[in-house]
């Protein structure tokens, strides 16, 4: 990235990035994506146009090739706003076998495009709900996160046991982010908290199918189909309000994804952080018509790329 654009980013970025987790769902095509998609059609600028952060998703199941990732990297490069929340591989934190050092460095490596480019906004470690505190959680807990500096980390557990003024101490401590989440309202879950522990503040909207979170047969997309309505999302931006005021950067993720809900929902954040109506993928406004009042008439024919690379502002 040119020098000079780099410091116009910085000077004058949105203290909120917002965006969904991930970016390359099978049941996003026809909806979010265009059906018929023009040669070259590429998701990631396609929706770093309505957005300014994404959360990579992919991560979390492999850990990329570098080449991968500086690809995703000259993706955005027009966008000079846009940030990537690079979501840490799965064995390492729903596995937890002894870190070996060989992982840790495909890992860093995997990243150094990002941090190169000034487009690492923030590594998520994400613990599931079984992961509760107790002693030799906290010990590997302490363990991982400093194999892993100095990325700016974002410490997400769901159990509600964490939640505690001793654990938010060790995080300021530290310097990491606690992730606030919003999730099904079940035995022990984590609920809606506005911690900020660091400079950057981070929320991750699961949605709140409460039928299906921990049904063992359940696969991901049934999970994660939940459509928030119009006063839930107003409660969580009222939320996002006050984490402005007291951190540098606010991180929001919609990762409701199935069938798009998560960009439905995310548009909506952006419309009523701003007072205004915004841009929308056409297709998406013909699926979820509750979207209308949102979003801006969009042009006659459906856009195959969005031209150029301006993003369009958040507020």
């Known amino acids: 990235m040119k020098p000079d654009r780099l410091a116009k980013r910085t000077e004058n970025s949105s203290p909120l990035y917002l965006g969904p987790a991930g970016w390359s769902y099978a049941d996003w095509e026809g909806i979010v994506y265009p059906e018929r998609r023009a040669r070259g059609f590429r998701p990631l600028p396609y929706l770093a146009r309505y957005f300014n952060a994404v959360e990579i998703n992919t991560s979390f199941y492999h850990i990329p090739a570098p080449s991968l990732v500086e690809k995703w990297v000259a993706e955005v490069e027009p966008f000079e706003e846009f940030l990537f ?58 363990t991982l996160t400093l194999a892993l500096a100095p990325d700016p980390l974002v410490i997400e557990v769901r159990h509600d046991s964490w939640d505690r003024a001793d654990y938010l101490g060790w995080l300021r401590e530290h310097g990491y982010a606690f992730c606030n989440i919003d999730q099904p309202a079940l035995g022990h879950c984590l609920p809606p908290t506005e911690h900020v522990t660091a400079p950057l503040a981070y929320v991750r909207l699961h949605g709140r199918n409460a039928a299906n979170w921990f049904r063992e047969e359940a696969d991901v997309a049934e999970r994660y189909n939940y459509l928030y309505s ?86």
């Open 85 to 142: 929340a690079a979501k840490l591989w799965q064995d390492f934190t729903h596995v937890r076998a002894q870190l070996d050092t060989r992982s840790l460095n495909l890992w860093h490596s995997a990243l150094e495009p990002l941090r190169r480019a000034k487009r690492l906004g923030a590594v998520l470690v994400q613990f599931p709900w079984s992961f509760r505190r107790t002693v030799p959680n906290a010990c590997y807990l302490e």
């Open 230 to 315: 119009k006063r839930e999302v107003g409660d969580w931006v009222e939320r996002f309000r006050r984490l402005i005021k007291k951190a540098e950067k606010v991180f929001v993720v919609t990762n409701n994804h199935t069938e798009g809900r998560a960009v439905v929902n995310a548009l909506e954040i952006k419309a009523m952080m701003s007072g205004k109506k915004v841009e929308a993928p056409p297709p998406l406004v013909r699926r979820y018509p509750e979207l209308a009042e949102f979003v801006k008439k969009p042009p006659k024919g459906e856009p195959q790329e969005p031209p150029g690379g301006e993003q369009l502002s958040l507020f």
